[in-house]
């Protein structure tokens, strides 16, 4: 076996038991990215040099005993989470050359836990988008199908998972950005409850949704980094001071009466393909086979997630991008002579179109005459849509459903139709309008080879549920084994 | 059209968007499209509903009145695109 191919629990046995060093192991992972990623384009920026001395470190560490489960693997970041002296750009133009002068709470977290850092991921620029098509830097290629897009907006972070290009990565979820893509590309990804994981650090695209978790080549993994980057944060306002479990400890649990929630409305949704649908049936009889109980419930509001969003999450995008102005960091336009000229060029520039089009969404809807009609109006469903998942959790633990409706689409089908695009992300959104933790788990392969994901959604603060489930899961099929041939 | 091409240029101008005549147009029939299929929200009756802005019931945070040391002025100017004597250059603003 090569030593990129380990999962971070295997690559920890082995760094304990002194049978190979971090330099070794954080060797083969830059190998594995100077071999390959030409094809699939996952990474931004490779910190080659900064991951070996990071390494060298570790294995001093090591050497003296001292090891904690992170210290010396190799994981690679999402390239909107801030990263001392590691250029962070947001995959724009506008933060091209953009050095963060300090880490993001949950890169200090990593640090402090001994993680090597390897690279930054390509994403959507601002994190806009679900095909990692609207990246002003490069593409990313689903490594099961070069042809097809690897989800998004993470999508270089589950790319680089799939692909054996870290141990593992993080990334961001605003309406799905980290379920969906590791839908697409086979692994598994968290959306940890809105307030668990410190957003200090992270560049905003919508401050109320947004959320950094884990992706990685499985449960035991996931809930490794999970545990590693969660919790309270005095720099987030928002982060909620309360104790993260252990989540590692829980994934032996048995099933024995866990309550599964199925939405009725789900099989309805627009666009669901037969054999994403199938799969997800068939996880629920491996559910129940396990010990789970599947009750109904429903989610009335389902439809109206969409809408919701794409008024809410622009909006908060349009105010939170008014501070990339040319004055204060990343690029400005350096010809035109008058403030209100440079700005207006600086910000045409440098934003790509999907995000000029999430701006100009935003600012109108928040606009004079037009506020209650839509950002109120939307505010007030998703107290709706909260309330539907607070009643289901009232008979059910956790619910399932497919992540995306489809396995990942070919490379520019759906590039010139923003709506249809944004539709996609119909199973996903509500988790971060209700602010609950969601997982995608791999359970299934279409006719083509492509993998598919299952999404369990738990009550807020529930992570432990979604692994012990996912976990139980896991280890009863073998999707999780199976690797892209590249 | 919900949305109209006068609409496309002013909302840009706010958001301070320059775009050109083919943008204009593309956008308008694009932004059109997405708010008329927001609008099916008005299929909800949403009287007497409080609107959530924040999904996590959270009071204020506050933090103890105690000193801290920042990253200093020197770092934060690093990233400027242009600086003078420790501040940030901008363009002339007044004539």
């Known amino acids: 076996m090569k030593l990129y191919e380990l999962t971070i629990y295997e690559a920890h046995g082995l760094l304990k038991r002194k049978e190979i060093s971090s330099q070794e192991l954080t060797g083969s992972v830059l190998d594995r990215i100077a071999a390959i990623d030409e094809k699939i384009g996952a990474f931004i920026t490779v910190a080659g040099e900064s991951a070996i001395r990071e390494a060298k470190l570790a294995d001093k560490a090591i050497a003296k005993g001292d090891i904690q489960t992170l210290t010396g693997i190799p994981v690679a970041v999402k390239d909107l989470i801030c990263t001392k002296g590691i250029r962070t750009t947001c995959a724009s133009k506008i933060l091209e050359n953009f050095i963060p002068?300090?880490?993001?709470?949950?890169?200090?977290?990593?640090?402090?836990?001994?993680?090597?850092?390897?690279?930054?991921?390509?994403?959507?620029?601002?994190?806009?988008?679900?095909?990692?098509?609207?990246?002003?830097?490069?593409?990313?290629?689903?490594?099961?199908?070069?042809?097809?897009?690897?989800?998004?907006?993470?999508?270089?972070?589950?790319?680089?998972?799939?692909?054996?290009?870290?141990?593992?990565?993080?990334?961001?979820?605003?309406?799905?950005?980290?379920?969906?893509?590791?839908?697409?590309?086979?692994?598994?990804?968290?959306?940890?409850?809105?307030?668990?994981?410190?957003?200090?650090?992270?560049?905003?695209?919508?401050?109320?949704?947004?959320?950094?978790?884990?992706?990685?080549?499985?449960?035991?993994?996931?809930?490794?980094?999970?545990?590693?980057?969660?919790?309270?944060?005095?720099?987030?306002?928002?982060?909620?001071?309360?104790?993260?479990?252990?989540?590692?400890?829980?994934?032996?649990?048995?099933?024995?009466?866990?309550?599964?929630?199925?939405?009725?409305?789900?099989?309805?949704?627009?666009?669901?393909?037969?054999?994403?649908?199938?799969?997800?049936?068939?996880?629920?009889?491996?559910?129940?086979?396990?010990?789970?109980?599947?009750?109904?419930?429903?989610?009335?509001?389902?439809?109206?997630?969409?809408?919701?969003?794409?008024?809410?999450?622009?909006?908060?995008?349009?105010?939170?991008?008014?501070?990339?102005?040319?004055?204060?960091?990343?690029?400005?336009?350096?010809?035109?002579?008058?403030?209100?000229?440079?700005?207006?060029?600086?910000?045409?520039?440098?934003?790509?179109?999907?995000?000029?089009?999430?701006?100009?969404?935003?600012?109108?809807?928040?606009?004079?005459?037009?506020?209650?009609?839509?950002?109120?109006?939307?505010?007030?469903?998703?107290?709706?849509?909260?309330?539907?998942?607070?009643?289901?959790?009232?008979?059910?633990?956790?619910?399932?459903?497919?992540?995306?409706?489809?396995?990942?689409?070919?490379?520019?089908?759906?590039?010139?139709?923003?709506?249809?695009?944004?539709?996609?992300?119909?199973?996903t959104l509500s988790a971060n309008l209700a602010g609950i933790p969601g997982m995608s788990v791999p359970c299934g392969f279409s006719s083509g080879g492509l993998p598919i994901g299952l999404q369990l959604m738990g009550k807020h603060f529930s992570e432990e549920t979604l692994f012990k489930a996912a976990y139980n899961f896991e280890q009863a099929t073998d999707f999780h084994k199976r690797k892209p041939g590249i | 059209m919900k949305i109209t091409r006068d609409d496309i240029i002013h909302t840009a101008n706010l958001a301070r968007l320059e775009m050109d005549e083919d943008s204009i147009r593309k956008f308008a029939v694009q932004i059109d499209d997405i708010l008329r299929y927001v609008e099916t929200l008005n299929n909800v009756n949403t009287e007497g509903v409080q609107p959530t802005s924040h999904a996590i019931f959270l009071t204020n945070a506050f933090r103890n009145d105690v000193e801290k040391q920042d990253l200093g002025r020197d770092v934060l100017l690093e990233n400027a695109p242009e600086k003078e004597n420790g501040n940030f250059m901008v363009p002339k603003v007044v004539g």
């Not at chain 1, 919508?206 to 884990?214: E, F, M, R, W």
Request: proline share 6%; net charge neutral.
């Open chain 1, 101 to 427: 002068p300090y880490d993001a709470t949950v890169i200090s977290r990593l640090k402090q836990a001994g993680a090597v850092i390897v690279g930054k991921l390509n994403m959507d620029e601002f994190a806009m988008g679900s095909s990692t098509e609207n990246s002003g830097v490069r593409l990313t290629h689903n490594p099961w199908d070069l042809t097809r897009i690897p989800g998004g907006s993470s999508g270089g972070s589950a790319a680089a998972v799939a692909a054996d290009m870290c141990l593992g990565a993080l990334g961001s979820d605003t309406g799905g950005s980290i379920r969906q893509p590791a839908s697409h590309c086979g692994v598994v990804g968290l959306k940890p409850t809105y307030g668990r994981v410190s957003r200090f650090g992270l560049v905003a695209f919508a401050s109320s949704l947004d959320q950094i978790g884990p992706l990685a080549k499985d449960v035991t993994d996931c809930a490794i980094l999970a545990g590693a980057v969660s919790g309270y944060d005095p720099s987030d306002s928002t982060s909620v001071p309360r104790d993260v479990p252990d989540y590692s400890s829980f994934l032996t649990e048995g099933m024995e009466g866990v309550k599964i929630g199925i939405p009725k409305e789900y099989d309805s949704a627009q666009g669901l393909d037969p054999e994403v649908s199938s799969a997800v049936m068939n996880a629920r009889k491996v559910m129940e086979k396990l010990g789970g109980k599947c009750v109904e419930v429903s989610l009335p509001n389902t439809a109206y997630a969409v809408p919701v969003y794409y008024v809410i999450a622009p909006s908060e995008a349009s105010s939170n991008l008014a501070r990339f102005d040319g004055v204060k960091y990343g690029f400005r336009d350096k010809d035109r002579k008058n403030l209100m000229d440079m700005y207006r060029s600086t910000r045409s520039k440098g934003f790509g179109p999907e995000v000029k089009r999430r701006i100009i969404i935003g600012t109108y809807c928040l606009s004079a005459g037009y506020y209650d009609a839509y950002y109120k109006k939307a505010s007030q469903v998703r107290t709706l849509i909260m309330e539907d998942f607070s009643k289901a959790f009232e008979i059910c633990d956790l619910i399932l459903s497919p992540v995306a409706p489809t396995p990942a689409f070919k490379i520019g089908e759906k590039s010139d139709d923003p709506l249809t695009m944004y539709l996609s992300d119909i199973f």
